[in-house]
């Protein structure tokens, strides 16, 4: 029996060398799939008189809306699929891929619209929007227009969700704190955002909310807003990559500068905690979509109604003229291998539509949607309703910084929220981080 | 003759024996189909992948060659992930190891009346990851979180504590929520191996004057220490694994100080789309939970057989 025991071993080594390879991969296979969250509904093919459509969380009232006006009108039943906001694109790529093909539409962030094109997940809706005048395509707001539906000469989608940050602030804490008027550039904002951290901070109000978790749609937004002020760009015209100009750097710098006065945490701030914070009266100024007045107004959770303001965002440098960042738009596309394509162009086209479009502006509880065709920005009841929002989508949706669209796009994002993770932490500076930034996208879009 | 008769193998009918063979086959079959599907499917899948331009929507497009591993291994917040994922796998897992033991013999001594006792220690382990990762999320929060709490009520600044936004002690404060986790299955096992030790050889030592530490240390850690071992293996790969507690508590931040290889995977393939990065990611790391596993997993066997 002592004999045998050393060949066993080396027999036991030999067969747990592959083994522990093989369970290694299995596992760490099981820890990539296991972490996707699901989708929060199940889809199902249906019926002709069915269509499934994927949404993210935000739009939720909007997708209740939308499906319960669709059935009135038409008789067809909406099933919305509820994802969350950085899931959608995945989603979408990954049921089409797999052969699954349970979303007959979606509307993804207009950031991914070229990796989806590329992937082959969405359709080409070049012909049909030019060859049905309905659509009313010169309608849409021109500076969302193309960003949110071209790639490389063709068009994927229809703008939804127009999206514009603004800047809200508390007229009730500027008040106190001896402001008299809310700042016009991001300087300004800082050393205001400080005046009411010191005088306010131990008794939990503070200047500002920092969006700084690490998401493109969260921390991304919170640089893109200031890179739009000190009038810089992702890339240029040619679609070269410009993120490590000096007003890039001057805009990374102005995030930095506001993080000390921030709603703490700022590293963990998503727009929950952030629009929790802001609806308590827990800061002075925080910036948002335009929605988030609406439900400044009638969000059941709100205690700032009436005590906000809103003005376009700061700007900073040299840079004079306000600008919208086209931070987190939303577009709906039409799923590459859908049975029901006529039927999910027509919804797409309902749902985009001007009339809808003003419903969903207007509607309570709040859908979440900001304007995306002049004829409803410039809507007697938006204005009626919500006056200083008008106004200040009127002024900084004139000029608009859109993110990069084309093919590695949504890795281009990933990239710069990396970096800018980095920033906040302090592990980098603004120029070193953007100067990482502008070397990687080089390669990833030319 | 006689011992000749007894050395012939009795001889079976050749019809006979090729049936037991396929049977042999037939029963084994389910097994290899299992192994084939569950091991070497993902092995070939991910090496294509880390070979290739392969995208979330378009696996496979064109042949890249090594150039995504070396981009992987030249990337320094990659390789800096590898060691973050090593280091963290090898503390939570020691750390469990230690209080799992801890908590074992505690509910040993507790065992009479302590049915209720153990199923509320083993509870963390019966909560989703999603729970866990959410509750001590909660527990971190400086706005009122249980931290903050304690500490305010101790006269400390209450916003000063935010753990998870710190680049020095994420990584710990996620360790120890994963700690919290998954203790209760090293104690679990060890508590087994306690109930199975055999007593008349602990009596003996008692007899003989060992008692406290020293019985523990001479008689009953040499017993269990084959299935300490094992469960350090199974904890290691568990750990090694960690990826809901940091999607849920810090999505890989601030900065990079909480993204393990795990994160960085679902990072690659859910959010960049970028498929062939993820598998070459996965094979690498797939490496080092090797190098570093089979050691564990050699002395565990060693262990154990001593034990036999």
């Known amino acids: ?446 | 003759m006689a011992d000749a008769a007894l050395t012939v193998r009795p001889r079976r009918p050749r019809g006979q024996s090729r049936r037991e063979a396929w049977a042999h086959r037939l029963f084994v079959t389910p097994s290899v189909l299992t192994l084939l599907i569950l091991g070497l499917y993902p092995l070939l899948f991910i090496i294509a992948a880390a070979l290739s331009e392969s995208t979330l929507g378009k696996p496979f497009q064109s042949w890249v060659g090594a150039d995504t591993l070396a981009a992987v291994l030249g990337d320094a917040d990659t390789v800096a992930a590898f060691l973050r994922t090593v280091v963290y796998a090898l503390g939570v897992s020691l750390a469990s190891l230690v209080l799992g033991v801890v908590v074992a013999l505690a509910l040993q001594s507790a065992v009479r009346g302590g049915s209720l006792v153990r199923t509320l220690v083993l509870l963390p382990m019966f909560m989703p990851p999603v729970v866990v990762g959410t509750l001590w999320k909660l527990v971190y929060n400086s706005g009122g979180g249980l931290l903050a709490t304690v500490v305010g009520f101790f006269g400390g600044d209450r916003q000063a504590v935010a753990p998870l936004s710190s680049t020095s002690w994420a990584m710990p404060a996620i360790g120890l929520a994963d700690v919290w986790e998954w203790t209760p299955l090293v104690a679990l096992l060890v508590f087994t191996a306690l109930v199975a030790q055999d007593h008349e050889i602990v009596e003996a030592a008692r007899l003989d004057g060992a008692h406290g530490f020293r019985l523990f240390w001479s008689v009953t850690l040499p017993s269990i220490a084959g299935v300490l071992a094992a469960a350090f293996f199974i904890r290691l790969v568990l750990a090694f694994k960690v990826f809901d507690l940091v999607f849920m508590m810090t999505s890989g931040g601030p900065g990079q100080a909480t993204t393990t290889s795990s994160y960085e995977i679902y990072q690659a393939v859910f959010r960049e789309f970028d498929v062939g990065k993820a598998a070459a990611i996965t094979l690498v790391l797939a490496v080092i939970v090797t190098i570093v596993t089979i050691p564990v997993a050699l002395i565990t066997r060693r262990l154990q057989a001593n034990h036999e």
């Open chain 1, 1 to 446: 029996m002592s004999a045998s025991h050393p060949r066993s071993r080396r027999s036991r080594l030999r067969l747990t060398v592959p083994a522990a390879a093989v369970a290694a991969l299995a596992l760490t296979l099981a820890a990539c799939s296991s972490g996707a969250p699901s989708a929060a509904g199940t889809g199902s093919a249906g019926g002709a008189d069915s269509l499934n459509v994927l949404m993210i969380s935000s739009h939720q009232g909007a997708a209740d809306y939308l499906a319960k006006r669709y059935k009135e009108e038409t008789g067809i039943t909406i099933n919305p699929t509820i994802v969350p906001y950085d899931q959608i694109g995945n989603t979408l790529d990954l049921d089409q891929q797999s052969g699954a093909n349970q979303y007959d539409a979606a509307a993804v962030w207009y950031v991914s619209i070229g990796d989806l094109a590329a992937d082959g997940s969405i359709q080409d809706l070049t012909d049909w929007i030019d060859s049905t005048p309905a659509i009313e395509k010169d309608d849409f707001i021109q500076s969302i227009y193309d960003p949110y539906s071209l790639v490389d000469g063709k068009r994927y989608g229809l703008p939804f969700d127009g999206d514009s940050h603004v800047l809200f602030y508390n007229k009730t804490i500027l008040e106190r704190n001896g402001i008299t008027s809310p700042p016009k550039t991001w300087d300004e904002y800082v050393q205001d955002s400080k005046i009411v951290t010191q005088n306010e901070g131990a008794n939990g109000v503070y200047g500002n909310v920092i969006f700084g978790q690490k998401s493109p749609l969260i921390l991304g937004a919170s640089f893109a807003n200031r890179l739009a002020g000190f009038g810089g760009t992702f890339v240029d015209a040619q679609g070269k990559p410009t993120i490590n100009s000096p007003q890039a750097v001057q805009a990374a710098q102005s995030l930095v500068d506001a993080l000390g006065s921030a709603y703490p945490t700022p590293a963990e701030t998503d727009f929950g905690a952030g629009n929790t914070a802001w609806y308590a009266g827990k800061a002075a100024f925080i910036e948002n979509w335009t929605d988030l007045g609406v439900g400044s107004q009638i969000n059941p959770a709100s205690t700032v109604k009436d005590q906000w303001g809103v003005v376009p965002l700061p700007v900073g440098g040299s840079n004079t003229t306000p600008r919208a960042s086209l931070v987190a738009g939303f577009t709906w596309v039409v799923s590459a291998n859908t049975k029901k394509t006529q039927e999910a162009k027509d919804f797409i086209q309902w749902a985009t539509s001007s009339k809808i479009n003003e419903e969903l502006l207007t509607a309570d509880p709040q859908t979440g949607i900001d304007p995306n065709r002049s004829s409803t920005l410039n809507s007697t009841s938006y204005a009626q309703k919500y006056p200083e929002l008008a106004e200040v989508n009127h002024t900084s949706l004139n000029g608009t910084l859109p993110w990069p669209t084309g093919k590695n796009a949504t890795k281009a994002a990933e990239v710069l929220t990396d970096e800018l993770a980095n920033l906040i932490a302090g592990q980098e500076n603004a120029q070193q981080a953007l100067d990482k930034v502008q070397a990687q996208w080089e390669q990833l879009l030319g």
